[in-house]
């Protein structure tokens, strides 16, 4: 996996109190956008990322994209923390 391209959205100075630092879009290999990744701050001071997860009407959230598993989950986030976090100021 390859990040050819981020672009990052920041938070409002009200979503950076609750830990939200902003929206990043990411293209993988030229071929494919994944975009709503929320970049969060957890209360330990980490960087973690939220995947885009809409709920349905019935309240089930269902995540778009997803890691496959922890390790995964791990590589997708060093990429991508790697690659905005100049923009992350």
Known sequence: M???STSFTPGTDQDRLSGLLGFVAVIID???V???IAVRRTRSGSLTLS???PTSTSGRRRELV???DAAAREQVERAVLEAIGPKLG
Do not use: H, K, N, Y
């Open 2 to 4: 390859r990040i050819t």
């Open 34 to 36: 994944i975009d709503g």
């Open 30 to 32: 030229a071929l494919l």
């Open 51 to 53: 995947f885009p997860a």
């Open 66 to 68: 997803r890691p496959v």
